[in-house]
């Protein structure tokens, strides 16, 4: 069974950065699927962040556009998240997901796949 497993979660002071990767643990054709990331913050719904299609097109929440960078490594099979200038709402654990269906896109999917989550803390 598919396994998504992410990193590069931690503490960081509000204005810094980090990147969040996600590799999927068995044979898996990562080229033709939609892939995302979601967080969610204590007392919080989850939410989508961002959406990458096979083709490289990407969409994202307002609240991180400009800030956050999807993208993907076909050839590893690993998904990114750059998180710049990071704000103390930012605060949340962080799933990779796979299959985002019907349409790629951040919101109102429906997810084939989830990763176990990677703490994201920000402090102010």
């Known amino acids: 069974q598919l396994q998504l497993v992410e990193s590069g979660g931690g503490s960081v002071q509000a204005g810094g950065s980090l990147r969040l990767s996600c590799t999927a643990s068995a044979a898996y054709d990562w080229r033709i699927h939609c892939m995302g990331w979601f967080r969610q913050a204590p007392g919080k719904e989850r939410e989508g962040v961002a959406a990458?299609?096979?083709?490289?097109?990407?969409n994202y929440a307002d609240s991180v556009k400009g800030r956050f960078t999807i993208s993907r490594d076909n050839a590893k099979n690993t998904l990114y998240l750059q998180m710049n200038s990071l704000k103390p709402e930012d605060t949340a654990m962080y799933y990779c997901?796979?299959?985002?269906?019907?349409?790629?896109?951040?919101?109102?999917?429906?997810?084939?796949?989830w990763g176990q989550g990677t703490q994201v803390t920000v402090l102010s």
């Open positions: 990458i299609d096979s083709d490289g097109s990407t």
């Open positions: 997901a796979a299959e985002l269906e019907p349409n790629c896109y951040y919101s109102d999917v429906d997810v084939g796949h």
